[in-house]
């Protein structure tokens, strides 16, 4: 089927930049759009960024202007840019994926997620 590889999350200080990556793979004949989520203890997942096939790209209020989500369609990969990471952004991100199986089927698929921890 499809699985998808998170890669990136780690321990850094407020103020500081971490780029997340997720690796999409198996039986794929295209992606359409491509999400970040993150989930907070205690609270409930919520939606980063999102791109579109053709590139369009929308943001939580809480990250704009400060993360970029961007996407390499040939690679069938995607990143997360987060800059100016303030305590709060504290949380394990998901990548998400809706994708076009080949052979005809259609999916929603996750990352297991990556931990991002921003200590003040």
């Known amino acids: 089927q499809v699985q998808l590889m998170e890669s990136g999350g780690g321990l850094v200080q407020a103020g500081g930049s971490l780029r997340l990556s997720c690796a999409v793979s198996?039986?794929?004949?295209?992606?359409?759009?491509m999400r970040w989520y993150r989930q907070a203890p205690g609270k409930q997942r919520e939606l980063v960024a999102v791109i579109t096939s053709g590139g369009s790209t929308n943001y939580a209020d809480s990250v704009r202007g400060r993360f970029t989500i961007s996407r390499d369609n040939a690679k069938n990969t995607k990143a997360l840019q987060m800059n100016s990471l303030k305590p709060e952004d504290t949380a394990v991100y998901y990548c998400?994926?809706?994708?076009?199986?080949?052979?005809?089927?259609?999916?929603?698929?996750w990352g297991q997620g990556t931990q991002v921890t921003v200590s003040s």
């Open positions: 998400n994926a809706d994708v076009t199986l080949v052979g005809g089927g259609h999916g929603d698929y």
């Open positions: 198996g039986s794929i004949f295209s992606i359409n759009g």
